[in-house]
């Protein structure tokens, strides 16, 4: 079952130098599942991680207003609980998971990571593993506890404040900003190798600088983001006196404070 992938790829170092081994037909259900979690890193999980770098936290260097704009967009999406379930939760569960399986059976094959050595395979396990403990945490404190950011998006920027300001998160923020940037970039660059969509080493090699390319962006986005939190003064983020306050009058909890 365990290694679909290598085991019915012949060996492609005969074909293509130093290549990686594209994904071929054979032994069934680990084939099946091999491809899904290859597919899966891109659509949904990668275009997740994209739109939100990219798109909806880079709303935060304009500021609180756009910031809180954003996610009150997001929050209003239609059936958003199921969009989130089975769009992104769900998704990066299966690939995270059958992530850990690929990692611990050691599947594919080392020598066929280009360049470096097996530093890039290597790399794309830890990454992915780091990006993973990132994202659950992540997940847990915005999404999970403190003030609902759906139903209160104007606290969405102060809440980040307050983890962005305490020094071991923010250390934490910058190695997940990191690692899931570079795994997800260098990602789509064995996407590519995998489903023959570059072939031959002068593609694979200029779609590489594409990728780094899209790496520096997201990264460089990401830290510009992170900029803008930290640069400004704390705003309400939905704790302390008035979540308390909140608790004796309900109504009133998550309501903006000037
Ligand atoms: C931020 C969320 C993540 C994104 C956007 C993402 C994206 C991707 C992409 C695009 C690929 C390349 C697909 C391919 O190899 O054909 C990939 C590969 C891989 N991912 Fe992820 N991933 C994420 C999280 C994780 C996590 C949490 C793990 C757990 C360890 C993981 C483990 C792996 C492994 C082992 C590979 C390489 C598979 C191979 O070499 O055949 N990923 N990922």
């Known amino acids: 079952m365990a290694s679909a992938a290598s085991s019915t790829a012949p060996d492609v170092s005969q074909g293509v130098a130093h290549g990686v081994a594209p994904l071929r037909a054979g032994q069934g259900v680990s084939f099946v599942l091999r491809r899904l979690h290859s597919l899966s890193g891109i659509i949904p999980v990668g275009a997740f991680l994209f739109e939100h770098i990219l798109i909806s936290n880079s709303t935060a260097i304009s500021?609180?207003?756009?910031?809180?704009?954003?996610?009150?967009?997001?929050?209003?999406?239609?059936?958003?609980?199921?969009?989130?379930?089975?769009?992104?939760?769900?998704?990066?569960?299966?690939?995270?998971?059958?992530?850990?399986?690929?990692?611990?059976?050691?599947?594919?094959?080392v020598s066929e990571y280009p360049w470096t050595g097996n530093w890039m395979y290597?790399?794309?396990?830890?990454?992915?593993?780091?990006?993973?403990?990132?994202?659950?945490?992540?997940?847990?404190?915005?999404?999970?506890?403190?003030?609902?950011l759906h139903t209160f998006p104007n606290y969405s920027f102060g809440k980040v404040q307050e983890e962005l300001f305490r020094p071991a998160l923010f250390a934490f923020y910058i190695v997940g900003l990191v690692a899931a940037s570079w795994h997800f970039c260098y990602g789509i660059w064995l996407f590519a190798a995998k489903w023959g969509i570059t072939s031959g080493e002068k593609a694979r090699q200029r779609f590489l600088v594409v990728c780094l390319g899209l790496f520096v962006l997201m990264t460089g986005v990401g830290f510009a983001s992170f900029y803008s939190f930290r640069s400004r003064p704390q705003q309400p983020s939905g704790t302390g006196i008035e979540a308390t306050e909140a608790n004796h009058e309900p109504g009133t909890y998550g309501k903006p404070v000037d």
Not at 99 to 106: D, H, T
């Open 122 to 148: 290597t790399a794309q396990r830890w990454t992915g593993g780091i990006a993973f403990a990132y994202i659950l945490f992540h997940t847990w404190t915005m999404r999970f506890t403190g003030v609902d």
């Open 63 to 109: 500021g609180p207003d756009a910031y809180a704009r954003q996610v009150s967009f997001l929050a209003n999406l239609p059936l958003v609980f199921f969009l989130e379930l089975f769009g992104i939760w769900l998704p990066i569960l299966f690939h995270a998971l059958y992530g850990f399986y690929i990692w611990y059976r050691g599947e594919g094959n």
